[in-house]
């Protein structure tokens, strides 16, 4: 049978994780500067690429992991490095280039992956279907799954209202303060990825 219980506890960690509150600065730093049906479709790549990474780590998570011999905690690092680069990127600036802005699709790199499908996002589906008890505790699971996917899209879907209101100099500030938060995220990640590794040592 479903499981409720489940579902609500997967859901709430994946939010918590994939913040779709916090990621609609970032995602509206990234985009802007592009006309609104790209910026619409792009919201749909994003999410896209992040339930295809999320699904296929889902099923084959833990396979892939050991076959390139790497743990949890060196996911969580890598991922938080790369974070850390791309909010420097937006802090000096260098997304307002038109090379930036305009040719790279950031909507697969790095919305739909690593800031939404990242470490933290991942390891939690990959314990979650592990430990899920039947066909009903699967089914739970990847109803969280789908229903948080969803909820991203919504909210990407609908952040672009705000572009229509803080206009280009709005655009900038949020540019630079999606930059400061999405580096203490990277920087909280490698953390978690140390603090990981020293424990198990």
């Given at each position: 049978?479903?499981?409720?219980?489940?579902?609500?506890?997967?859901?709430?960690?994946?939010?918590?994780?994939m913040?779709?509150?916090?990621i609609t600065?970032?995602?509206?730093?990234?985009?802007?500067?592009?006309?609104?049906?790209?910026?619409?479709?792009?919201?749909?790549?994003?999410?896209?690429?992040?339930?295809?990474?999320?699904?296929?780590?889902?099923?084959?998570?833990?396979?892939?992991?050991?076959?390139?011999?790497?743990?949890e905690?060196s996911?969580?690092?890598?991922?938080?490095?790369?974070?850390?680069?791309?909010?420097?990127?937006?802090?000096?600036?260098?997304?307002?280039?038109?090379?930036?802005?305009?040719?790279?699709?950031?909507?697969?790199?790095?919305?739909?992956?690593?800031?939404?499908?990242?470490?933290?996002?991942?390891?939690?589906?990959?314990?979650?279907?592990?430990?899920?008890?039947?066909?009903?505790?699967?089914?739970?699971?990847?109803?969280?799954?789908?229903?948080?996917?969803?909820?991203?899209?919504?909210?990407?879907?609908?952040?672009?209202?705000?572009?229509?209101v803080?206009?280009?100099?709005?655009?900038?500030?949020?540019?630079?303060?999606?930059?400061?938060?999405?580096?203490?995220?990277?920087?909280?990640?490698?953390?978690?990825?140390?603090?990981?590794?020293?424990?198990?040592?």
């Open positions: 049978m479903f499981d409720a219980a489940l579902f609500g506890s997967l859901f709430l960690t994946l939010f918590v994780i913040d779709p509150p916090g600065p970032i995602f509206l730093a990234l985009t802007a500067g592009r006309p609104a049906k790209v910026q619409r479709r792009m919201a749909w790549q994003a999410v896209a690429v992040a339930f295809g990474v999320i699904t296929l780590f889902g099923i084959m998570g833990r396979r892939i992991l050991a076959y390139l011999h790497v743990d905690s996911l969580m690092i890598a991922g938080g490095l790369l974070l850390l680069l791309i909010a420097l990127d937006l802090l000096t600036g260098k997304t307002d280039e038109p090379k930036q802005t305009k040719d790279v699709n950031v909507a697969l790199v790095p919305l739909g992956m690593p800031l939404l499908a990242g470490p933290g996002a991942i390891v939690s589906v990959i314990l979650a279907v592990e430990k899920a008890d039947g066909l009903g505790g699967q089914i739970s699971v990847w109803a969280a799954i789908a229903a948080m996917h969803a909820v991203l899209w919504l909210t990407l879907r609908h952040s672009l209202l705000i572009i229509r803080i206009k280009d100099g709005g655009v900038v500030l949020v540019t630079r303060l999606a930059g400061m938060m999405l580096s203490a995220i990277a920087v909280q990640q490698i953390i978690n990825g140390v603090t990981q590794v020293v424990r198990g040592a």
